[in-house]
DNA sequence: TGTACATCAGTGAACGCGCGTTCACTGATGTAC
DNA sequence: TGTACATCAGTGAACGCGCGTTCACTGATGTAC
């Protein structure tokens, strides 16, 4: 305990410009999921988010190029929730069924915050980014990726670990894009007969 | 061979018409066919379909309500076409392998025709469609899931046939939207890495 | 201590463009008498 | 056989609207001297 008085790291005034412009990035990507919470993920546009941050829309391309780029921004942000809880899984789960565990709660997630879902998608199937943007995507599939091959070498599949880890991946987006207006069902069912496809297909990867 | 005469069917004024009309529907729907051959899917619109049919693009509302009933014309005579191949191959396959096959064949045709593949993407994402046109899609849908049904009811899975039918439909799906855009990879190897995932899939329901 | 100037965040208004859809009109064909 | 009228397919022009993005400007704050 010689010594208690924290030496605060040099910070000089560009460093605290640069820490106000990130904080007000910030503030503008926890207004946008704020609106992806209310209005479906297609319908939200740059003067509904400016609204929700209180500033107005031209502001917004003050902090980001361009629309795609914020939206990004809010969907990396979900990843990284996504990896989080698979860890916090991964540690609380040492027994057995580590596999049905990980689907359902990526179910669970990308059905209570279905714009995350929604922008998946559009990055797959629509989404024209720029070269940097996409690595930063890739960047995190692999992240997740990672994740599940780990579980599989744990459980010593026959198949290819990182092959499996795809398969499994690309069957649970699926699902989730396949049942998502099951005609005639309500949410919950909606959610339930999801739950019950991942549960099938991750005892069949078992 | 007592009557070799072919006896016409009684054909009114306004059956030739009604006749008509849908052949004028049909050469519509063939332009557009040929329209998503060339350009992405979400490029297409009502002008370059009216051009490539040689008519004014209001002459088309004379003959389709709208946009989306026109693109759901073309992506259920996709549909019919995919129902017809599974038909073949169940035909031309009586040995083990069936369910590969058809996984392998879906792959191929949806990655060939691409637009038909967006086009389900489309009306399971973003469609708003009338409750008609629901139905029809649904009609289609329960068409393909059939399909694959009876494979698995032929094989004997231990699991309910139906749902092992909807798992598959969607993890395939789920295939042909997460790598389709594969980071750095031509076409080619795209469409050989889902089709390995696909084999791997089937594998997998046997 | 004051003055002139530079910087820069924030903004409302406007631009631009695409595109589905509708309108008002034309001209050909059919029908009644 | 001819005339007046109705029907209806086809059309170019225009409407409407959304919405990402940019512009020209304001006003506050910082800086030089």
Do not use: W
Request: charge should be neutral.
């Amino acid at each position: 305990m010689a010594c208690t008085i924290e030496i605060p790291e040099k910070q000089t005034f560009a460093d605290l410009k640069i820490q106000e412009q990130n904080a007000k990035r910030k503030v503008i990507i926890d207004a946008a999921e704020r609106v992806f919470g209310v209005k479906p993920f297609h319908e939200v546009n740059i003067r509904d988010i400016a609204a929700e941050a209180g500033i107005s829309h031209a502001t917004i391309y003050r902090y980001f190029p361009n629309q795609q780029t914020l939206f990004l921004e809010a969907f990396l942000r979900g990843m990284d929730e996504i990896l989080a809880r698979i860890d916090a899984i991964a540690a609380n789960n040492p027994a057995g069924n580590l596999l049905e565990a990980v689907v359902a709660d990526f179910i669970d997630f990308l059905t209570q915050k279905d714009h995350y879902f929604r922008m998946m998608t559009h990055f797959m199937l629509d989404g024209e980014l720029a070269p940097e943007l996409v690595e930063r995507l890739n960047n995190t599939a692999r992240a997740l990726l990672n994740r599940l091959e780990a579980i599989f070498t744990a459980g010593n599949t026959t198949e290819n670990p990182r092959a499996m880890a795809r398969a499994l991946f690309a069957a649970i987006n699926g699902v989730l894009i396949t049942f998502r207006n099951y005609p005639g069902r309500d949410r919950q069912a909606v959610f339930d007969h999801m739950q019950f496809l991942g549960k099938l297909i991750a005892r069949r990867f078992n």
